[in-house]
């Protein structure tokens, strides 16, 4: 498994012959990539978290070049469906749910504590054979992470951390000791000067209290397991 981020909270998980596109505002201030980039990477899916302009991104240009159905909260899936995607391209769920997209590639939708224009807003865990990463959204701290962290054995926790619209990293370093993840990578920071934050700082925040492992990567980078 090899996780890519583009800066903000986007990010392709690719497993086996799967590559999952989470959240691709791909024009973001910090990626590296262009759309037509991402596009020619082929991915297999698109996960959007909610549909706040920063993370519905570019779903729909992508969706309609590669053929890729999105997958999201049913009332998104309705929106992009407006947008030109075909019903059939579209993989409609909601909070509590489990969508099985193949080669042993599974994926739950969890509860994000933020707000939409349409639907509930969300995060994912990716469960595979090599591992399992969880995509929380912009979210703020909840309690019932400590939940999601007993129900999955997560191996990498994609915070955000940037504050103002999400959790910053004091929370975050708690979400952490909650979902007990192997390994941390920090999002949503530092893409606006409102959100600008040290990713050192959470590091360091983590460290003093959990075991995880916290990768600060660079838009572009690339975490394999």
């Known amino acids: 498994m090899q996780i890519r981020?583009?800066?903000h909270a986007a990010f392709m998980v690719e497993t086996g012959g799967a590559k999952l596109l989470i959240d691709p505002w791909i024009t973001n201030p910090l990626s590296p990539a262009s759309p037509q980039e991402v596009i020619n990477a082929k991915?297999?899916?698109?996960?959007?978290?909610?549909?706040?302009?920063?993370?519905?991104?570019?779903?729909?240009?992508?969706?309609?070049?590669t053929g890729a159905p999105i997958v999201g909260s049913f009332e998104l899936m309705l929106e992009v469906a407006e947008k030109g995607i075909p019903e059939a391209q579209t993989m409609p769920m909601n909070i509590g749910g489990t969508i099985k997209l193949g080669d042993g590639v599974e994926v739950y939708m969890t509860p994000a504590l933020h707000t939409a224009n349409r639907g509930a807003?969300?995060?994912?865990?990716?469960?595979t054979p090599e591992g399992t990463v969880y995509h929380a959204g912009d979210t703020a701290l909840f309690?019932?992470?400590?939940?999601?962290?007993?129900?999955?054995?997560?191996?990498?926790?994609l915070l955000?951390?940037?504050?103002v619209y999400t959790m910053g990293p004091r929370e975050a370093a708690i979400a952490v000791q909650l979902l007990r993840p192997r390994r941390v990578v920090p999002m949503h920071y530092n893409t606006f000067p409102l959100i600008r934050q040290d990713p050192e700082d959470f590091k360091a925040r983590v460290e003093a209290v959990?075991?995880?492992?916290?990768f600060v990567m660079k838009p572009g980078d690339v975490l394999k397991l």
């Open 43 to 65: 991915p297999t899916h698109i996960l959007i978290t909610h549909d706040h302009f920063d993370h519905l991104g570019e779903s729909v240009d992508i969706a309609k070049a």
């Open 121 to 127: 807003p969300s995060g994912f865990v990716v469960a």
């Open 5 to 7: 981020w583009y800066g």
């Open 160 to 163: 955000p951390i940037g504050s």
């Open 210 to 214: 959990s075991r995880a492992k916290v």
């Open 143 to 157: 309690r019932d992470m400590e939940l999601i962290g007993e129900l999955y054995d997560i191996d990498v926790a």
